[in-house]
Each structure stands twice: as C-alpha cells, then as structure tokens.
C-alpha cells in the first residue's frame, strides 16, 4: 500500500540552527501539507502546497518557515532558526485529485530544540 | 472551546464494549473526518461524513453527524485491545481541501 514517508524520524537541534525536514508524499498525490503537534496538544495545520506554489498557510508558518518540492518526489519543511517552541511533531501529508479529501499522514519527524 | 472538541478526554473500556466518543465544533463545515493516533505514530483516517449526511458506517464504526447541534460522534461497537490509541476529530471547512482543524483528541483504553 502507497504511504507517505518522513525524515528524519527524530532529529535534535541546537536553538538557532536551521532544520531541514523531509518527506516523500504519496506518488500520484498533488496536495501535500505540513501539520505539527506539539506534545499533549492539538495537531495544528501549517501549510498546504500545490501546483508547486503555497495554497495556504496557518499563522504559525511565520517567515521562519519555507516549504520546498525541490524534485518530483521530495516535500521539504525547512525552519530557518528554530526556537524551543518549534519542539514538536511535524507530520506531512498527502491527497489525491480524486476521492473524498482524505489526507494520507507520514509517521511524523520529531524535532527536539534545546 | 475550540473548533472540534471531543470529550470524553479519556475513555476505559473492556474489550468486547462498545466505545463512543463525541466531537463538537463551532463554524460551519464541509465535511468531518475521524482520525485515528497510535501512540507516537502517525494519523490514520478512519472516516469522512460530508456536511449534508447524518450517518455513515464502515466495518465496526459507525459515525454520525448533526449540523444543527455542531456535533459528531463516533462509534466502535464490539472493541478490540488493538484499538487502543487516540481518536481525533477533524474539520473542513469552506473551499480548502486540506486544512483540517484538529480537536483535542480521545485516549481511548481498551482493556484486554
């Protein structure tokens, strides 16, 4: 079965280094976004990507943040100087231009700023 | 409260149970969608039930939907120890297909 696959599953970072995380959607896909959870918190939207541009951004997805399809299989999130706040789960996910609007979710990249 | 609440917060049950969590949210909708979370691993989505259906079933779950009320709420009849994890409902709203607001989650326990 097709999934969406994250890396790297945990990354730790000094404050003030930039974080690059990554992602391979769902081959056929068109849609790809980034949510985050922060832990014991909700799963928070961030940005939504298609045709190679932002559909739509959260206002948490500061001027900190960047997303990137550098090739026809890799979706990048990138955090230009991280803060401790930025501590979370970052989860991509993936839909298809057919089907209910189900988006299929990676597994989740850690990301620990100390 | 906020845009897709779910309560109970927690919910313990013996396998064989039925579990039913709730899910209220504040703005109109396009569709709600049910996602399940194991334990430190991704979301699985379970179930989609569009704005203009009341009720929607698939395999031993069984979603319904009252606009009037805002509300959700989710049914697994005859539980299983593998369906422990956390359950979370999710909101569309307006013309965007992939901003889903969140709620809180259900941790749900199912004793073997």
């Known amino acids: 079965e097709p999934e969406v696959t994250q890396t790297p599953s945990h990354q730790v970072t000094q404050m003030g280094q930039e974080v690059i995380l990554r992602c391979v959607p769902i081959s056929n896909h068109l849609y790809f976004y980034w949510y985050r959870q922060i832990l014991g918190q909700k799963v928070e939207f961030l940005v939504s990507f298609y045709n190679n541009e932002i559909s739509e951004k959260s206002e948490i997805f500061d001027d900190q943040f960047s997303v990137e399809r550098p090739d026809g299989s890799n979706f990048t999130l990138k955090i230009r100087s991280t803060k401790l706040e930025d501590s979370a789960m970052y989860f991509c996910?993936?839909?298809?231009?057919?089907?209910?609007?189900?988006?299929?979710f990676g597994e989740g990249s850690r990301l620990t700023v100390l | 409260s906020q845009q897709g609440e779910e309560d109970p917060q927690a919910l313990s049950i013996q396998e064989g149970e039925n579990a039913t969590m709730n899910c209220s949210y504040k703005?109109?909708?396009?569709?709600l969608q049910w996602y399940r979370q194991n334990s430190g691993r991704g979301l699985v989505h379970l179930i989609l039930i569009r704005s203009n259906e009341r009720e929607k079933h698939s395999g031993r779950l069984r979603v319904t939907l009252d606009t009037s009320k805002k509300s959700s709420s989710l049914l697994i009849t005859a539980s299983r120890a593998a369906d422990t994890a956390s359950y979370f409902c999710?909101?569309?709203?307006?013309?965007?297909?992939?901003?889903?607001?969140f709620g809180q989650g259900t941790i749900l326990t199912v004793h073997p």
């Open positions: 703005t109109s909708i396009n569709n």
């Open positions: 999710a909101t569309r709203g307006g013309t965007s297909y992939g901003k889903l607001t």
């Open positions: 996910a993936s839909r298809g231009t057919v089907g209910t609007g189900e988006l299929f």
